[in-house]
């Protein structure tokens, strides 16, 4: 992404470090080669973003606390934003687009958040854990038979064979947090491959990096997406129920309901985007913490109830699902010792930020006890703090509860390496294989 002046330089830049690009190696696999080189001088511009990069935590913290310099119009990139061959291919599907609630400034924003949130209060929460619960354990329960349905007695787990196998990805934090996202934005479970797709399409459109006839193929599916969400809108409107869909049409928490063309925006992005993709990862990411490391996985098995919630503080802090957002200043201002003319864009590095080894001593290593880990970044700050955290604390302690339960043994697959999937804005591993 580029801003119509490029910025000046203020610091000596070395393209092969800033150069950074989370989608090819080495920043795939570890983006932290670049985190820590990084932090180690002012922000500086990387000519694969047009964006200065602020890696340091208090760098981070100035801008996410000061939303009058720094402006959220561009948090998230529009799917409108992309090249002409793009663009006619949505316009020709009346793909409806705003500015998503991320990129909402005050006072708009608001009106528009406070909505939102209404899908995510501690009711909801609490209303949604039987369904987490019985969600997890069914799918514990199809490692025992490789997916096959088989009966078991109502609300009775089916015994799992002493030794066995799965990809805790595919088979379990996908499916899991699939289930429990398409509850709770009112999407028909039947229906979930198929938004799945159009899911990745969107996220495939906010990526500036993807290959254009990625972009275009999936601006292709949009209409369909548009022509499918409409129809949902529609029916809640007549007939509302306990959904997001139905919060953002009818509106709540006193503000009115958000125009057609919002709820498409917020429903297809904010909420099954980053919903769908930073729960599943922290999941994965959590249990790969708990079996790589024997201290944290016998504390685990001890007191699930205790640690686990401990843990994955820590992990979101170590491994941040969601790499970060992009600002842009609204003024001429001085961050970190750059020089930032108004309209500079910058991109906010939450991951870099959370190894801050001034704010977290051996910001490497898992430490559970870390006391100031609540500091940590993963879910943003302020302003634009994610809305859906308390709804990603439970399914990961439930998702991670169930397996420590039904699965005690369980251990990471001799020869297993990680690796991690190529993506703009998330961190995630393509798999995480398990025996037991």
Excluded at 42 to 69: C, F, H, K, N, W
Excluded at 75 to 92: F, G, H, K, Q, T
Excluded at 400 to 415: C, I, N, W
Aim: with cysteine; aromatic share 6%.
């Amino acid at each position: 992404m580029t801003t119509a002046e490029e910025p000046a330089i203020t610091c000596p830049v070395d393209h092969g470090l800033l150069d950074f690009n989370p989608m090819v190696s080495p920043h795939r696999e570890d983006p932290h080669l670049f985190y820590r080189a990084a932090r180690e001088q002012p922000p500086a511009l990387s000519p694969t973003l047009g964006a200065y990069m602020v890696t340091r935590y208090d760098d981070l913290v100035t801008v996410i606390d000061d939303p009058e310099t720094y402006s959220s119009k561009p948090a998230v990139p529009l799917m409108y934003s992309n090249p002409p061959e793009v663009v006619e291919v949505l316009r020709a599907g009346n793909v409806p687009e705003t500015g998503a609630v991320v990129n909402e400034d005050e006072p708009e924003h608001t009106p528009i958040r406070r909505v939102f949130d209404a899908g995510f209060t501690g009711a909801r929460v609490r209303a949604m854990m039987p369904t987490m619960r019985a969600t997890a354990d069914s799918l514990v329960d199809a490692f025992a038979t490789g997916g096959i349905e088989h009966s078991t007695p109502a609300g009775e787990p089916s015994a799992i064979p002493a030794r066995g196998r799965a990809d805790l990805v595919a088979q379990y934090a996908v499916p899991f947090v699939q289930s429990v996202i398409s509850a709770i934005i009112g999407y028909p479970p039947q229906d979930t491959a198929q938004i799945q797709i159009w899911t990745d399409d969107v996220a495939t459109l906010w990526n500036p990096l993807a290959p254009l006839e990625d972009r275009i193929a999936s601006a292709g599916r949009m209409g369909d997406y548009t022509v499918y969400l409409q129809a949902l809108i529609d029916e809640r409107r007549a007939h509302p129920r306990e959904d997001l869909i139905s919060d953002l049409v009818h509106g709540a928490n006193g503000y009115p309901g958000l125009s057609d063309a919002l709820v498409h925006n917020i429903t297809r992005g904010a909420a099954r985007v980053a919903g769908f993709d930073t729960t599943r990862d922290a999941i994965t990411a959590t249990m790969l913490a708990i079996l790589q490391n024997p201290d944290v996985h016998d504390r685990v098995l001890a007191d699930p109830a205790r640690t686990i919630p401990k843990v994955t503080e820590e992990v979101l802090r170590r491994d941040a699902p969601h790499r970060g957002l992009f600002r842009v200043t609204t003024r001429d201002t001085v961050l970190g010792g750059t020089e930032l003319p108004a309209g500079t864009m910058v991109l906010l590095l939450f991951g870099s930020g959370n190894r801050d080894e001034t704010r977290f001593p051996l910001p490497d290593t898992v430490d559970i006890d870390r006391p100031n880990v609540r500091q940590h970044l993963a879910f943003g700050r302020g302003l634009h703090v994610c809305p859906g955290a308390p709804m990603a604390r439970a399914e990961i302690r439930v998702a991670l509860e169930t397996l420590v339960r039904r699965l005690p043994e369980m251990r990471l697959a001799d020869g297993y390496t990680p690796s991690y999937i190529a993506s703009y804005f998330f961190r995630g591993l393509e798999t995480l294989d398990v025996t037991w």
